[in-house]
């Protein structure tokens, strides 16, 4: 091979936030391949500063909309870790629902309107109206609905949620509206289903790349961690002592980027559906499991692109996860309950919660009753870094392909990752120079 | 009449408020058959510099950032300011009550980022701080249905109407109990209805993200304050969340 190539995508699209890829070939010989996030910095760690603690969570809610119920989650963890609150089993179930509800959002938004595209073969879903995939365009659609309906019975709203405070919920849903949720919930397994026959029927698409990484996450003996659990790896394995969590995710600055990078046993590190699918697959409700089967998708897995498939897998257990604990509130009449009051005014709280993009941690220091200092880790931050050496290892064996094909395949990389660019900061763009 | 070009761009947020968009579902097909989305980043490939109406999103934080908004500015026929972010500065402007070498202090510690310029910040602006802004849509997020409305008057020529009454107003109707009796604080009594009081439905107090009345009811306010025994001062810190140094709103 001794192409030059000239690709320059800026601002990737369908992904949340801008990135930029640069790749300079010249004769075959590859000069420079970068992965790079220009994105406006706005500094909400600073910004938590002098903040009231009953403010942390609305505030870093507006880190990003596609996640804000998992932010406002750890905020609020983070928050009653350093006051010394502990939740009510109810409030505790009624978490799990939201941490449920914006996974499913958020997945089958990435799934279905962002990743399925390119295997289509098209450039958005507009096209698809009124295409051979119409069905099951819309079956995206109302499932769509369906996740996000759930979250605002929940949360009072999908994006930047009302009800979720410190020490519990300003607001509960009644027994009739979990019932009808119950319903909507059971009525979707089909349509679930039948998208992920056509997802099946395109698989072929997905790249066949593998590259050795570490996977961090959650885990839990309970069950598939997604609100609580220890902090756990493929390479290392279960590290439980919490407030520690710098020791697992090292975050450093580099210079094409306004997001921070960050590391662990190995240069770099994925999070996110893969990494929990990889840890804790065997926790997976039995439809979940159903589903993975069809795409004899195993742990562990090392084709990032397979990512868009654990999606979809945790897609129907979430479904499956919050028919159980609806029908736990059922059981036991919901009741209207005032939220726990902070036993203390000052303390230092960690609070760790796995979002659709992976493992999130807030820390806050608080004293008499104002936030002092806050570190956030953000999902996306631990990726980019493992974005960029499947960069460096992907661009060599596509070579061969044509420009537009190999444009097409980064973006898909990047896409695969799903990054919200808002929340490390957020920009990404290919050039090919 | 071929139908207006509409882009949408984003500059500092958390896109919240073009998921709001996102999140029509089936409705977006309605949206698309009254319009032409040309430049869409976050749902679609395509991109067109050739646009009728653009949608901003975001806040301005960098000399970049202006440069862009201004080029967007003279290509585009009408210019909406979509969500807190893009109208009033929002959340982002908490950090404007210090230099920006101290909030990039404060985040990235000792780093040699000075040199780099996607660090080179100033304290953010709205984006009417910067180029004109023809429309409004206030929220965070923004309320979907007031979007379409003002989508809708836009193509038919028409200036959309924005409440001028407080929160209180849609609260009220609501029937709410009112959140001072609860002991919360609450700002609704200065702050822009038309988000149909979806905070304290919910049981959440109002933090004023539609941004404050341009006249509030000093009067009123002082008696609210009173009867619950709040100083002006606590309702200033509370402003800081989506209001920090603004005094009113404009385009009213």
Request: with cysteine; glycine share 6%; aromatic share 8%.
């Amino acid at each position: 091979m001794s192409k030059d190539l000239s690709i320059n995508v800026h601002h990737v699209t369908r992904v949340e936030g801008h990135g930029n890829i640069v790749v300079d070939v010249k004769k075959g010989e590859i000069k420079q391949i970068q992965w790079q996030v220009p994105e406006a910095p706005r500094f909400f760690e600073a910004m938590l500063r002098g903040r009231h603690y009953d403010e942390l969570r609305p505030i870093t809610s507006r880190i990003c909309g596609i996640c804000s119920i998992g932010h406002s989650l750890a905020s609020l963890k983070a928050t009653e870790d350093a006051l010394d609150i502990k939740i009510s089993t109810q409030s505790q179930i009624l978490r799990r629902l939201a941490i449920n509800g914006e996974n499913m959002q958020s997945h089958i938004l990435h799934v279905g309107y962002l990743a399925v595209p390119d295997l289509l073969g098209v450039g958005s879903v507009f096209p698809l109206v009124g295409s051979k995939h119409q069905d099951a365009l819309l079956k995206i659609v109302k499932l769509h609905r369906i996740s996000n309906e759930m979250s605002d019975l929940i949360c009072g709203r999908t994006t930047h949620p009302i009800r979720l405070i410190v020490g519990g919920f300003s607001m509960v849903p009644n027994k009739k509206q979990l019932m009808d949720l119950r319903k909507k919930l059971q009525d979707s397994i089909k349509p679930t289903k039948e998208v992920a026959e056509v997802i099946l029927s395109v698989a072929d698409k997905i790249p066949d790349f593998t590259r050795e990484t570490e996977y961090i996450g959650l885990s839990s003996n309970e069950e598939y961690a997604l609100y609580d659990g220890y902090i756990n790896s493929t390479d290392t394995g279960a590290f439980k002592d919490y407030k520690n969590y710098t020791k697992m995710m090292q975050e450093y600055i580099v210079p094409q980027s306004t997001a921070k990078y960050a590391k662990h046993a190995r240069k770099s590190y994925m999070v996110g559906a893969l990494a929990r699918y990889n840890l804790n697959s065997k926790q997976l409700h039995p439809l979940a499991q159903e589903v993975a089967k069809m795409f004899e998708f195993k742990p562990i897995c090392f084709n990032p692109f397979m990512n868009n498939i654990a999606q979809l897998v945790e897609f129907v257990h979430n479904i499956e996860d919050s028919i159980i604990q609806v029908d736990k509130l059922l059981k036991k009449e919901i009741k209207d309950e005032k939220p726990i009051k902070p036993k203390k005014d000052s303390g230092q709280g960690v609070g760790v919660v796995e979002v659709p993009r992976g493992i999130l941690v807030h820390d806050y220091t608080i004293k008499n009753n104002k936030c002092t200092k806050a570190n956030c880790i953000i999902p996306t931050n631990q990726n980019h870094a493992n974005i960029q050496h499947d960069m460096e290892e992907f661009v060599p064996q596509i070579l061969d392909k044509s420009e537009k094909e190999i444009e097409l395949n980064l973006e898909m990389l990047v896409r695969a990752y799903d990054p919200c660019i808002s929340c490390s900061t957020h920009y990404l763009k290919v050039k090919f120079v | 009449m071929s139908k207006p070009r509409v882009a949408f761009f984003d500059f500092a947020s958390c896109e919240g408020c073009q998921l709001q968009i996102a999140d029509l579902e089936e409705e977006v097909l309605d949206l698309i058959s009254i319009v032409d989305v040309v430049s869409f980043r976050e749902v679609m490939k395509e991109h067109s510099d050739d646009y009728d109406i653009a949608i901003i999103e975001g806040s301005i934080n960098r000399p970049m950032d202006e440069e862009r908004i201004k080029q967007i500015r003279e290509k585009a026929k009408i210019l909406v300011a979509l969500g807190a972010c893009a109208a009033i500065g929002g959340v982002n402007k908490i950090r404007n009550q210090w230099d920006a070498e101290n909030v990039k202090k404060d985040v990235y510690g000792d780093a040699k980022i000075n040199d780099n310029k996607y660090f080179d910040v100033y304290p953010t602006k709205a984006v009417d701080e910067v180029v004109k802004v023809d429309y409004y849509v206030y929220g965070c997020p923004i309320n979907r249905d007031e979007f379409k409305k003002v989508v809708t008057s836009l193509v038919m020529g028409k200036k959309p109407e924005i409440p001028t009454y407080p929160v209180c107003v849609e609260c009220k109707k609501n029937e709410n109990v009112c959140l001072f009796e609860l002991g919360k604080f609450c700002l609704g009594p200065i702050t822009r209805a038309g988000c149909n009081a979806i905070c304290p439905t919910n049981g959440s107090p109002c933090d004023g993200c539609r941004g404050i009345l341009r006249k509030p009811e000093i009067e009123c306010i002082q008696d609210v304050l009173d009867r619950y025994n709040l100083t002006y001062e606590e309702m200033k810190n509370r402003c800081i969340m989506y209001n920090y140094s603004k005094e009113e709103c404009k385009n009213e």
